[in-house]
C-alpha cells in the first residue's frame, strides 16, 4: 500500500469506531472535538517527524489513533486507562496494515503510554513513541484553547479580583510548565512556541487587569 492508502485506511478505522461509539454518538460536540483533536495531534507528529527524520506515514497513524479508545464508554479509572486501551484496539489494525511487527510494538507502546506514561507491557521509550504524548500535550496550547479554556472557566462571568487571581495563577504555571522535556528538539521547540504565546496572553491579560482599576506611574 501507498502511504496515502495507509493514512486513509487508518482515518476510516478511527471514523468507524468514533461512529459506533455510544457516548460520542449521544455527545456529538464531544465527537466532533475528539476527531478534530486526533487530526491536529497528527499533523503536530507529521512536523516532528519531519524534522527528526522518523517516518511521517507511521508517525501520522499513530496520532490518529492514539484516542481511538473514546469509542468506547469510561468506567471506573477509564480516562487513566484509555492510552493502554487505545494500544489494544490499534495493534491488531496496524498488523492488518502489513506494517513491520517492531514498528508497531513502537507505535502501541507510544499509544499506551501517553496519558500516564505507563503502558502495562514492556516496551522502549523511544525518541517515536515519546512523540506521540508529544503532540498530544502541544495541542493542548494551540490558539482555540485559550477561548476554549477561559470560556469553560467561565472566565467572564468572574468577579474582577477573581479574574486576576485566575490570570496570575495561570501565568505562573505556564512559566513553569515551558520547562517540561519534550522527547525531541523538534517537539521542545514546538513546546516552546505554543507556551511562549499563551504566557505572552496572559502576560498582557494581567497586566491589562492591573491597569483597570488604578492609575498607574
Request: net charge negative.
Amino acid at each position: 500500500m501507498t502511504n496515502r492508502e495507509l493514512t486513509d485506511k487508518a482515518e476510516a478505522f478511527l471514523k468507524q469506531h468514533f461512529d459506533a461509539g455510544l457516548f460520542l454518538n449521544n455527545h456529538p460536540d464531544a465527537k466532533a472535538y475528539r476527531l478534530e483533536h486526533s487530526y491536529r495531534v497528527a499533523n503536530i507528529g507529521r512536523e516532528i517527524a519531519q524534522k527528526e527524520g522518523f517516518d511521517e506515514t507511521e508517525m501520522a497513524i499513530a496520532c490518529l489513533l492514539h484516542d481511538v479508545a473514546y469509542c468506547e464508554e469510561f468506567g471506573e479509572n477509564g480516562w487513566l486507562e484509555h492510552g493502554r486501551r487505545s494500544a489494544q484496539i490499534a495493534r491488531p489494525f496496524l498488523l492488518e496494515l502489513g506494517l513491520a511487527e517492531e514498528r508497531v510494538d513502537d507505535i502501541c507502546y507510544g499509544i499506551a503510554i501517553h496519558v500516564d506514561d505507563e503502558a502495562g507491557f514492556d516496551g522502549e521509550r523511544t525518541a517515536f513513541a515519546l512523540s506521540i504524548g508529544d503532540a498530544d500535550n502541544i495541542d493542548r496550547f494551540d490558539v482555540y484553547r485559550i477561548h476554549e479554556t477561559l470560556s469553560n472557566d467561565g472566565f467572564l462571568d468572574m468577579g474582577f479580583e477573581q479574574k486576576l487571581q485566575y490570570s496570575e495563577k495561570r501565568l505562573a504555571k505556564l512559566r513553569e510548565l515551558i520547562e517540561v522535556s519534550m522527547g525531541t528538539n523538534a517537539a521542545k521547540e514546538l513546546w516552546i512556541s505554543r507556551l511562549s504565546f499563551y504566557i505572552s496572553f496572559f502576560e498582557r491579560l494581567v497586566g491589562q487587569l492591573e491597569r483597570s482599576k488604578q492609575l498607574s506611574g
